[in-house]
């Protein structure tokens, strides 16, 4: 559109932007999380991801984030496979519900979760209407599970749903036609399709559950410590930015090993399509 | 079947309304703590008029929410108009430095703007929160533009040029009305992100100010103050009937597209 001179003036702004503000914060995170206290380099903080209380949190972040993960997958398919299927004039309606939870503030909203949860919480009391045991739903893994699958859900769904809207309908009848059932259009048609969908799903709903601490906070009762909580007591109670810095530079890995991980598998797939 | 259709329909829709029900239900509850119904009351959206500590919030989130979505979306059509004419290798390489704010954790990217800001020797406070919101932003714009610019028909733009236009001129007047919906859009995400957006506040801000998601957090140790269920039960609703009568005027559209056909 422009020459190369005017496009080359026009991508400054956003390069300055990016070195300043994306590029230079993750070398100081890198940084201070190779570094004591003297400035000296050291892989002591980094290190002490194999202790005892840090282990377990990362263990613990990394199957609830697994199951939530899994779970919006399972829950999202249907879904979305039931929205695109009916009339267009419907769709808009119902798909817009959908999202409009979007827009209640999510810290709220967890906390409504402990309400429902919670020991005298709408659960237990339904349950007690009909005289049946309390239930322990609230500060489980459980209840951070389903928090996470609350908060998350979205993510899965937007990219599977544009995903399935783009399959042309005539691909669909033609497997009709030429006798595939029900589940055989499915396997053999709509899952390979929507493959890069669900990928980017996965990893919108995995990153943020690994790394989260406000819903553990809110759902875990403060016993159950996730990765990001105890990386949040560093820097607001402990104060200590090498430690802090060294466990998210531990988390960073995770996220590219995660990134690398669907990249490869997008790639994959791409190559037996054409 | 299709009842099994509907009864999925209605469980999924069961359990994302379920703790917006009990947000509305709180905000009209008598007693103060929740989960404890004591009757029916409206008195915390009297007071929620009065309440300043809300007030300065919400004009925090709303206009951090503005500035932030502005500048970015200023910045991220920018830069898609530049990558646009960028050879499709380069185009991916730069596309992916975009989405590392989107694709990285948020609490990473809290943590380390907050070392950039302190290293910097800026004070922590609305500036900084500012900042950061426009840097998870851009990228959200970016993924809103770049997919219609991509599929935009050069030849209005050439049509334009050999009429005589300036480039400026012609990109003002052919390309910009043509990418209106995707800016739209782009601004209306980065808004949205803005306002719900709470790891990175928590990070980026200083002591004294506070949006409504940090207010909510700190609240939550001492007990929500049921104001703010109000404030979130009205905001619901104005959303609500925002995006209903944006579907039925869809509708309509649709419809008279139908008739002229």
Partial sequence: MFNRGVRNILLTPFLIWAGLFIFIPLVCIVWYGVTDYDGNFSLANMGLIFKHGYFDALELSIALALISTVICLL?????????????????????????????????????????????????????????????????????????????????????????????????????RDLGANSWQTFTKIILPLTIPGAIS??????????????????????KLLLIGNIIEQEFTFHYDWHIGCALSVILMIFIVLNMLLTAAFDKSHEEEDF | MKYIKQIYLAIIFLFLYAPIGVLIAQSFNASRYRGHWTGVTLNWYEKLFNDARIADALSNTLSIGLLSAGIATLLGLITCVAMKELSRKWRATFLSITNVPILNADIVTGISLMLLFMGLGLKLGYVSILLAHIVFNVPYVILCIMPQLMALDKSFYEAALDLGASPFKAFMSVV???????????????????????????????????????????ELKIGIHPEMYALSTLVFFFVLIFVMLFAINRRKLIKYEEVLQ
């Fill in chain 1, 75 to 175: 829950l999202a398919y249907p879904l979305c496979l039931i929205l695109t299927e009916r009339q267009r004039d419907n769709t808009t309606i119902i798909s817009l519900l959908f999202i409009l939870p979007l827009w209640m503030n999510s810290l709220l909203s967890t906390m409504a979760w402990q309400t429902i949860l919670e020991g005298n919480g709408i659960i237990n009391q339904i349950m007690r209407l009909f005289g049946l045991p309390d239930l322990q739903l609230i500060n489980t893994p459980g209840a951070i599970v389903l928090g996470m699958v609350y908060n998350y859900l979205p993510y899965m769904v937007l990219p599977l749903y544009i995903a399935l809207t783009k399959i042309d309908k005539r691909i669909l009848e033609a497997a």
């Fill in chain 1, 201 to 222: 799903g996965i990893t919108m709903v995995f990153i943020p559950a690994l790394t989260t601490f406000v819903i553990s906070a809110l759902l875990g009762g403060g």
């Fill in chain 2, 176 to 218: 910009l009305p043509e990418l209106r919906p995707s800016i739209f859009a782009g601004f209306l995400l980065a808004f949205t992100m803005s306002a719900d957006d709470f790891i990175i506040t928590h990070f980026t801000k200083g002591a004294g100010v506070d949006t409504l998601t940090t207010e909510i957090y700190a």
